[in-house]
């Protein structure tokens, strides 16, 4: 895998120092369980009504959603779980698969070299730019938008595609504690209209960061989107990412502690697209969204708010869980950036 080009690595410690482990760990509790079942309540009728955003529709097949759909839900990194509106319905994980799609593949890969390969930085433009892959000379920036995630999927392991289809869908479920199915109206919709990403895959390939079938490859990424998740399923993944990579419920290792942590450092910068950092700003939390309106979000150590509503902002970021998710940071006190004074000595 060394020979392919790598992406400039900004800050060389990790390579220069070596690898860190992480030996003190973020901790703290969610406020108590009543306290959070009607904060839940109360965060969906605040924001049940509100009608900003437009419904995707560049995937056919996601225009057919109801626009009125909310849901939410709360997942501790002990396994309880909290919900309020239509937390049962499914929907396409989408661009949330790519964050965990990331975390297999640098569990089984390795944080340096995904790291040289995938970048780590925001490109500061849409989740499907080509511009941003020629503006870094032909290098993928991150794994949290289309370029990244084409390159990551092309990294998974398996000596066909069925076994490589196998690996992601096992992952995933295996961060979900359930079997996740794949929503075959979405895939055959998205296959119908992927030119771009398809022209994404090629130009990676012409650069050397994509090194396999590039049209398999993007298959396979479509087919990672497709997998049908509920805000219940999405909220007990990222609270498995809160919990040093072990699911909350099932007790399964998932990924390591070390590839969370790093999973969960380039959601903060970069899973929002170009508004990474106005989440960051308002929300204090890595979050990863995707195009069919889910939004997953970790409070390291404490667990994971997953909210569902299709109608997206201009990033493509969903409009009502943005503020239902801000609303919840705050009287949760998720914010990984508030602190209170110390006594002075
Ligand atoms: N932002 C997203 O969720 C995009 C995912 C979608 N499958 C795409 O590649 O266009």
Known sequence: MSNHPKNPVLFPYARDQGHLETDVVSTGDLPEAAVVENMMQKTYEMHVDLSEGTVASYIPKLAEADPGWFGLTLASATGSRFSSGDSQQEFSIQSIAKAFVYALVCDAVGHEEVRERIGVNNTGLPFNSVMAIELNEGHTMNP????????TTSLVSGSTWEEKWE?????????????????????????????????????????????????????????????????EDLAIMGATLANGGVHPITGTQVVGADVSRDVLSVMASTGMYEASGDWLFEIGMPGKSGVAGGIVTIAPGKGSLATFSPPLDPAGNS??????????????GLNLFSSTARARQ
């Open 144 to 151: 949290m938008v289309n370029a990244g995630a084409l390159a």
């Open 167 to 231: 690996f992601i869908l096992q992952g995933l479920s295996a961060f979900a504690g359930r079997d996740l199915e794949l929503d075959e109206g979405v895939y055959a919709s998205e296959m119908e209209t992927n030119m771009r990403n398809l022209s994404i895959a090629r130009l990676l390939q012409s650069y050397g960061h994509i090194t396999v079938d590039p049209a398999r490859v993007t298959e396979l990424y479509t087919r990672q989107c497709s997998l049908r998740v509920t805000t």
């Open 319 to 332: 409009v009502r869980g943005i503020h239902a998710t801000r609303h919840l940071s705050h009287k949760l």
